[in-house]
């Protein structure tokens, strides 16, 4: 079964000068976004059949950005190996609450947008603004993809310990899909993480279900993508209750790699995680289809 990966970063082709002459991030090895080709190859190691496009516009954390048009230039040219969310940032046109985004959902969602992400804007969830983005993704039905931050992260929707103002957002849109993503977002699994752990990667077993679970349970409009990093660290550290949590959840998660360099066997992991849960019966073979498959054409070709 080919999966469809839910969260992937990609680029423009960059001549050799263009290449060298790049930005990055300080804490990365001169590690870009791969383009289109180079995510091909790795789709094949992973047997992926399509991945989504994360537009990234916000000028909080971007080394490279990915903008729209560019987004939607790989996907005619690739219409058989990618979709695509659209980046609309809270602050865009009047940078105020009352802002229309209507126009530029509309457009994008014309050109074939599926989504709203990555939104990485650094404003907590209570912010009007982010909240205005939120109620217009509801009004014109586009889930959004969201990555959490915390007060030190360089990026994410700031929220605190317990994703407090997360569940008032839940609340307040109830048809909105909202899927998680980020550190801040994928510790809460446990009830024993820190503050000092909302930023990294907890060990350990899961002794006690944590305030993801709960909302997770409460609020059938939070979803989950499970790529990159955090998503793999949450389930793999105490595999009895990963297994669980994806077996319990299995209609509101999604497979992905979060991939943004060419260098990226955290991958490998994932797929390597889930197939081998299918194949000791710890996954529901219907579960591992959704999570890996089903979930995502069901977002994805509505």
């Not at 569940?167 to 109830?174: I, S």
């Not at 994932?270 to 299918?278: K, R």
Request: glycine fraction near 6%; proline fraction near 5%; hydrophobic fraction near 35%.
């Amino acid at each position: 079964m080919k999966k469809i990966d839910i969260h992937v970063h990609s680029r423009i082709y960059l001549s050799e000068e263009e290449e060298k002459n790049a930005i990055y991030r300080p804490i990365q090895d001169k590690l870009t976004y791969p383009a289109p080709e180079e995510i091909a190859i790795l789709y094949e190691k992973l047997g992926i059949e399509k991945g989504v496009l994360m537009v990234t516009i916000a000028p909080e954390g971007a080394h490279y950005t990915f903008n729209n048009l560019e987004a939607m230039r790989i996907v005619r040219k690739y219409p058989d190996r990618f979709y695509w969310f659209c980046g609309i940032d809270p602050r865009c046109w009047t940078n105020s609450a009352d802002t229309d985004l209507s126009h530029f959902i509309n457009h994008y969602k014309k050109h074939g947008a599926k989504g709203i992400g990555e939104v990485t804007a650094k404003l907590p969830f209570s912010d009007e603004r982010m909240q205005n983005l939120f109620r217009h993704a509801e009004m014109y039905d586009m889930p959004v993809l969201i990555h959490i931050g915390t007060d030190d992260s360089p990026y994410g929707i700031y929220d605190v310990k317990g994703l407090k103002q997360l569940e008032e957002t839940l609340t307040r849109f109830p048809k909105l899909t909202i899927i998680g993503h980020s550190q801040p977002f994928w510790a809460e699994i446990g009830a024993d993480s820190e503050e000092c752990d909302r930023f990294g990667y907890p060990s350990g077993p899961v002794k006690k279900a944590g305030r993801l679970v709960e909302l997770m349970r409460k609020y059938d409009n939070l979803h989950a993508d499970l790529s990159a990093n955090s998503g793999y660290n949450a389930i793999t550290r105490d595999p009895d209750f990963g297994y669980e949590f994806l077996e319990e959840f299995q209609d509101r998660i999604y497979y992905g790699t979060g991939i943004c360099s060419k260098r990226e066997e955290k991958s490998f992991k994932l797929a390597q995680f889930l197939e081998q849960g299918a194949e000791k019966n710890k996954l529901s073979d219907r579960a591992y289809g959704k999570i890996c498959r089903t979930n995502a054409l069901r977002l994805l070709e509505r």
